[in-house]
T-cell receptor, first 112, second 113 residues
C-alpha cells in the first residue's frame, strides 16, 4: 500500500534561518506531488506541484522553493525564513491518471 | 479562478443527529470534488471522492452529492457521533489542473454526547 511521510512534525525556527522540509512517498512510482500551506485563519493554499523529477511549478510568488531530486521525494526549502512563513505545511500525492489526492500528517512551522 | 465556499463555518449538534455540510464552487468545469476530514494538528484524511460524471458517493454513514450545474456539493453525515468531531474540507480539482485542488475554508463540526 502507498504511504506518505513528512518530517519533522513540528519546527520552531528564528527569522532569517534556512528551512528544509522533506516528504517521501512509498508504494507508488511517478506520483504527482504537491506542497500546500494552511495558515492561521486561512484555507489550504497550493504552493508547488511536481509531475516528475526536476519538474517544479510554483503557484504563488513567495519566499519558498521546492525541489524533487528523486521520483518519490519532494523538498520544500527557504534560504531565509520570514515571520509570514509560519503555518502548517502539508505534502500530498496523486498517482498519475488517478483523481484522488492523499495527504501527509503535516509539519507545523513557527517562525519566531 | 476557482473559488470554493463552505457553509456553515461551524456546527454544533447533539449525538445522533443527521447533518448536512455544504460546499459551493464558482467554476463548474471541475475534474472531481473531494471531501476531507482534518483532526486538530493533523493532516487530511480523504473521505469521499466524486468524479465530475457522478452524482453521489457513499461510504458508511457518509454520503456526498455533486451538482455541477449549480456548483454545489453536500456531505451528509447520518447518526452523528462524538468521534465525528473534526474540520471537514471540500476541495475541487480543475479540469486541466494536474490534480491541483482548491479548498474551502472548512466546517468545524462538534458532536456533543
Amino acid at each position: 500500500s502507498q504511504t506518505i511521510h513528512q518530517w519533522p512534525a513540528t519546527l520552531v525556527q528564528p527569522v532569517g534561518s534556512p528551512l528544509s522540509l522533506e516528504c517521501t512517498v512509498e508504494g507508488t512510482s511517478n506520483p504527482n506531488l504537491y506542497w500546500y500551506r494552511q495558515a492561521a485563519g486561512r484555507g489550504l493554499q497550493l504552493l508547488f506541484y511536481s509531475v516528475g523529477i526536476g519538474q517544479i511549478s510554483s503557484e504563488v510568488p513567495q519566499n519558498l522553493s521546492a525541489s524533487r531530486p528523486q521520483d518519490r521525494q519532494f523538498i520544500l526549502s527557504s534560504k531565509k525564513l520570514l515571520l509570514s512563513d509560519s503555518g502548517f505545511y502539508l505534502c500530498a500525492w496523486r498517482t498519475t491518471g488517478s483523481t484522488e489526492a492523499f495527504f501527509g500528517q503535516g509539519t507545523r512551522l513557527t517562525v519566531v | 479562478k476557482q473559488e470554493v465556499t463552505q457553509i456553515p463555518a461551524a456546527l454544533s449538534v447533539p449525538e445522533g443527529e443527521n447533518l448536512v455540510l455544504n460546499c459551493s464552487f464558482t467554476d463548474s468545469a471541475i475534474y472531481n470534488l473531494q471531501w476531507f476530514r482534518q483532526d486538530p494538528g493533523k493532516g487530511l484524511t480523504s473521505l469521499l471522492l466524486i468524479q465530475s460524471s457522478q452524482r453521489e458517493q457513499t461510504s458508511g454513514r457518509l454520503n456526498a452529492s455533486l451538482d455541477k450545474s449549480s456548483g454545489r456539493s453536500t456531505l451528509y453525515i447520518a447518526a452523528s457521533q462524538p468521534g465525528d468531531s473534526a474540520t471537514y474540507l471540500c476541495a475541487a480539482a480543475g479540469g486541466t489542473s494536474y490534480g491541483k485542488l482548491t479548498f474551502g475554508q472548512g466546517t468545524i463540526l462538534t458532536v456533543h454526547p
